[in-house]
């Protein structure tokens, strides 16, 4: 494009641009928490009146207790987890947790109230508690997947811009899905990968860099940045038990979701490493497959994981997902990029998109197997909230729903990206030059020593600094 | 000083002094654990009676599961998060995290015996539970803060010395709040923040180093120490709502507590980023400020979080917090250093003592602002203990109590930093030369060959290795 | 040996063997999960029912709420605790973090195999839930800790082989001592600690390689190398209580675990960093003690933590857990591998075996001490399960059977461990020659810049470079 041509003229200078953003949204959330949100009942002072009218002996009985520790480790992997497993670029660490931590804190305010008026909203009020919070995390969780798309190459500004619109398009999505086709997806399948990561692409197709191969040099990892990296990938492994299940209903589907979502997980390392390994003329581990494809697993039973997968059912799915997931990175990913000018820095297409794509089928297979008698007669009616208007509904014809879920869920994300993509491509949100990209010095101050030192230690025929 | 003239000459081996200090407080620990220390009546294995006794239907019930997850996130918010937080110095890493480490695991001893004096003593004896770790955990957070001040300049020995004075007059000040004031302070805006900041700001004005410019060049960070250092960050961040609703009543008051401080912390990055970038002249964001800043909303609500401060409350206070931590570093820090003397590594007066100042007079106004409309009956003599002698408190009056509580905290600050600080002046203690502050190699065996490295990177005129 | 003569030439390629070995054994897992594996019945969506038969009122008494937050502290232990503690090489973080990573996610799946036909058998089928998830995490640890004895010395391949044979191994011995000899070890120390360290050390001993010092270069650690280890470090340090109380009895004894272990824990930091100074000529302090010898007081306490074993008794046991380790670093390692040739690259002998040993023997001497007065009528039965045929058992011969359970564990870890050690010495696994030891080159695709640049630095001999 013209504008890249133009090279280090492009005004980066974020000086009054993002405060100025950062500032007006903030104020917004203010007015709007100040008019809408005020605590639940289990959150709020009269809590003891509400206790006895609920006929509860206990304060252990509340929701607090229930789901507060797997919040903590949904907010871990929010923050931690997708923070650190993007650090893995050599000058882009910087980048990857502090941006990702901004478009984070403000994503989850705004899906405090978009998912509150959606949900949570009574007598004109918002009322929250623990579950809303891991709501908003986990409609933040969208957003840092799609984060992952465009990294290093987009101002912070335009994150923030990304976050207001995906919020906003992730909680319509989440109300059809949920409310209007009366779909089950606690972990997030559908709702969070599927449509996160169609979403990333989309506005990363549209963003498209025909010049990116000037900052080829920094597209690559250090040894060190890749140890990094494996800490969000661990705290994410790990704590992906808890994400499936945090909002599960109480009881066997918590404790049935984190044993499912145990087990997809451990099955996907194994394939991970062996299509890892098997890929590579000299049988050498790619810390990228290890880095992302070992987390399939958690994506491709985030639909069916609080269903009766049953535990072999979960290795089935977590070793399937980790071979789709590694053979991305190897071949779709630069297919992906060469032949459809999407160009995916961390790779999500194999990440979220299509373990999305599998715990979307995979739930509605798992669906509309169910029986009564494998779940019991109140279980089953328990597992499918099949009360009320939804009474009828039969395991089959849930099947159809979780399928039309997934079909729902791409044209969101292909449609809101189009057009989420366009307002980022207005040039005005001071993002850089393509030689630029994937540089912390551009948004950052960055240690003097370090920065010329790495440069030139990787750079020997460059200029001392940029 | 003459001191300081003598330069190497200084003695810093720790050979026998640190080992007799350890030793000899470890054993001083096992005499008084063994007279005065035992299990309280939810972890003793009389536990069953005690349950029929008082009527306990399950275990659930014990206090353990209604804090332990809690605990845990206290735990890491102490050893990994203030350890993690102080690594960004490019040669102090091991003495951050290693120091923080052995000051926090005498500190907690210390602080169980102190606290428990205090706060469990029944016939004689020391009964402990899981709330006294959380607040043993607690007292120490005041002693990493203050070690935050004088980081890098100080021996491991005068660690500990400082350790055992502060959780001495940490426990004094938060009786006389606690219980001689009846102030609220769940969080430890005035106990914690606003006296360890205080203290230890008070210590390194003591202590003052005239020639400190002389290890100007490892005062500040490399790429990836700053990545150490955000690990830190993130942790404090994510489990602060844990932090302040770790000892708050059992139901609601936790449950809300994590609520206002989630929503506090939220707004307080935005408005960090904000200004970090608003007060650069090319408007890029400084670490510095990523890493401290975006955590003052934490401690700023640390009395009011487990009030009815509600979710728009919060924003609001997270918000202008995150605005005089940023302009703090920027503006304050060096005023402090060039006018008043005050050498103040982390910059605590920013995260800390302004922000635990604003947590005091936000819990005050709270406190005086509440009525039993909006807390309900019951609800309003439980959040604030008006029972007993209490009864006939007004929320005015409490609102009083609570900046009473402030000055006193400040009080104690003061006086107790001024004379740990003419204590640890003592020429006995071993701390290094001014020209070898902020540097692992006065204390710590460091691996030769990227130790010499980095020395000629950043000292090129300096000879080969030490 | 001969096959080291030949150095380079040693055929090191993976890319056959083990993405063979990798999907086998996956298939195994889920052929044996799909006819054996279902859900508990508190996982099961029939719960509904159960909990009517059982009485029970509320979800909360799922037992997915007493252990799922020890659950998550256990996994990060295991995966983030010892993958990072093993990252302190300079050139071996990949292997250390992702070998671990693969080696415990394979171990995981046939540990809830093994234990739970010993323990889970239920007309045909094995019943899991999160108790299970634990005990899997347990079994894995013990891989873990002989993992740290021959690392950097192996292939993936032998790494798998090994916790095939071992998770086999110890879920005989778990069985012997539990159920046979009736042994208390809810945190380890005989079953987790002593087998796997003596087991590890046995096999290293086994796999002997005398030209190891071609690789010396390479057995150090660098500043930052020494920072990711800390991570690890502090993650088993915080966890530990954790570790010790996740599989007590509900109520008290979880309760009490978690106060023992965490005053264990505290004091053993103190006598590390008294003997890490005081056996340093400079009395300078040593990372590799703080990473590690500051663990051994949650080791020493495995089996004691869930006992009266009181908190100054714990304080008494942690500290001398802290100075034996430490000493060990100092004098027995060299020792061990001069005189004995057990190359122990981590330490495991200092770390969990003599730590183990002292478990257990603390263990037996506190269940021989046990009084009804300490323990209460009801709770010393519960304590100590003596109820059925184990009724008549008085204290004194259940120290009996708990200093029983620490020879059978020595005699499975030497006899397994021989016979292990034997089978991973053939030829066919791929492990590297002496000279490549220590080096993620050999088995991972490794940055080139970074690894040239970090090559050079070490290897003064080379060309420089920066």
Redesign the interface.
């Known amino acids: 494009g013209e504008a890249e041509a133009a090279g280090m003229a492009k005004n980066t200078?974020?000086?009054?641009?993002?405060?100025?953003v950062?500032?007006l949204?903030?104020v917004a959330?203010?007015v709007l928490?100040?008019v809408f949100?005020?605590?639940g009942a289990?959150?709020?002072?009269?809590?003891?009146?509400e206790?006895r009218e609920m006929n509860l002996t206990?304060?252990?009985?509340?929701?607090?207790?229930?789901r507060?520790?797997?919040f903590?480790?949904v907010?871990?992997m929010i923050?931690?987890g997708f923070?650190?497993l993007m650090?893995f670029l050599?000058r882009y660490?910087?980048g990857a947790?502090?941006f990702n931590?901004?478009l984070a804190?403000?994503g989850?305010?705004w899906a405090?109230l978009m998912q509150g008026w959606f949900h949570s909203f009574k007598d004109g009020k918002i009322l929250?508690?623990?579950e809303n919070?891991i709501n908003a995390d986990f409609c933040v969780g969208s957003v840092c997947i799609a984060f992952g798309a465009i990294l290093g190459k987009t101002s912070?500004i335009q994150l923030l811009v990304m976050a207001l619109f995906q919020v906003t398009l992730f909680s319509v999505n989440e109300y059809i899905l949920l409310n209007l086709l009366h779909v089950k997806d606690a972990g997030g399948s559908m709702t969070i990968h599927t449509f996160g990561a169609y979403f990333g692409l989309t506005v990363t197709r549209i963003l498209y860099r025909p010049n990116l191969e000037q900052s080829k040099d920094k597209q690559?990892?250090?040894?060190?940045s890749?140890?990094?990296a494996?800490?969000g990938t661990?705290?994410l492994?790990?704590?992906w038990?808890?994400f499936n299940s945090a909002i599960s209903d109480?009881?066997?589907?918590?404790?049935?979701s984190?044993?499912n979502t145990?087990?997809s997980?451990?099955?996907c390392?194994?394939?991970t490493?062996?299509?890892s390994?098997?890929l590579?003329?000299?049988?050498?581990?790619?810390?990228v497959h290890?880095q992302n494809a070992?987390l399939a697993g958690g994506v491709a039973v985030g639909t069916s994981a609080e269903m009766?997968l049953?535990?072999?059912g979960s290795?089935?799915v977590g070793?399937i997902s980790g071979i789709v997931s590694t053979v991305g990175y190897v071949y779709f990913t630069p297919f992906l990029e060469s032949r459809l000018h999407i160009q995916d820095t961390c790779g999500i297409h194999n990440l979220h998109a299509m373990p999305g794509l599998i715990g979307g089928i995979v739930g509605a297979i798992t669906a509309a197997a169910a029986t009564e008698d494998?779940?019991?007669k109140?279980?089953?009616i328990?597992?499918f909230d099949f009360t009320g208007v939804y009474q009828t509904r039969t395991p089959s014809i849930q099947g159809g729903f979780q399928a039309a879920g997934i079909v729902v869920s791409l044209l969101m994300a292909f449609v809101g990206g189009a057009i989420v993509g366009g307002i980022l491509k207005l040039p005005i949100w001071g993002d850089a030059a393509a030689e630029n990209c994937f540089e912390d010095d551009v948004?950052?101050?960055?240690?003097?020593?370090?920065?010329s030192?790495?440069y030139?230690?990787?750079n020997p025929d460059k200029p001392a600094s940029p």
């Open positions: 200078n974020m000086r009054w641009r993002l405060p100025l950062c500032l949204w903030e959330m203010i928490f100040g949100v005020r605590f289990e959150a709020d002072a009269h809590w003891e009146e206790k206990s304060d252990i009985e509340n929701d607090f207790y229930f507060y520790p797997s903590q480790d907010h871990v923050f931690v923070g650190f650090t050599k660490g910087f947790v502090g931590f901004l804190a403000f989850i305010q405090l929250i508690g623990v919070l912070p690559g990892s250090v040894y060190h890749d140890l990094f494996m800490i661990l705290y492994w790990m704590y038990p808890s109480h009881g066997d589907a918590q404790h049935r984190a044993i145990y087990c997980l451990a099955a390392v194994l394939t490493m062996a299509f390994s098997m590579q003329k000299k049988g050498k581990l790619d810390m290890i070992t009766m049953t535990p072999y290795l089935i070793s494998v779940y019991g109140e279980g089953f328990k597992a948004y950052w101050e960055v240690p003097e020593d370090e920065e030192d790495v030139h230690m990787h």
